[in-house]
């Protein structure tokens, strides 16, 4: 019962578990031939840094995300909805890597899912 009054920050270890997650998540999203691309010319120092923030942020942790609108990120790089799916997709295998409950997995999934559409909202319009 306790364990479910956690928030998904505290259920996933805290902020250094979630730098260590996001750490090995973009090492497999950047080891992707078909993601890599998008991340040829842009500081990976940065995105690493930005997602920490976001992903506490976005699991009910204790600090804010200071970093661009999502929308206005991603809009007019053409990443798609199959993009989106290998994304989460390395996402999924790397929280299955970290002795979570599966609960606690589906959880993270279904949160990040809802950002989809700012992601890839301008997708079919080529951008
Ligand atoms: C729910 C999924 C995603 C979230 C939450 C997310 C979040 C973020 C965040 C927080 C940043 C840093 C923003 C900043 O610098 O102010 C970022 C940057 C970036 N993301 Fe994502 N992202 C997601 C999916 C993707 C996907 C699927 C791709 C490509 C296939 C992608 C490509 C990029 C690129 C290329 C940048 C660098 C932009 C720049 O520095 O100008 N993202 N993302």
Redesign the pocket.
Known sequence: MLENQQTLFERVGGKQAIGELVDKFYDR?VADPE?KP??KN??MD??RR??R???SA?LDGPNI?T??P?GY??HG?G?TKH??S???GHLIHTLQGCALKEQDVQDIISR??T??DE??GDAASGG
């Open positions: 999203v993601l998008f991340f842009v500081s940065k995105i930005m997602q923030e976001f992903f976005a995300y970093g661009r999502l990120v991603h790089r990443i993009h989106f290998l994304y989460v990040i899912s950002y989809a992601i890839t």
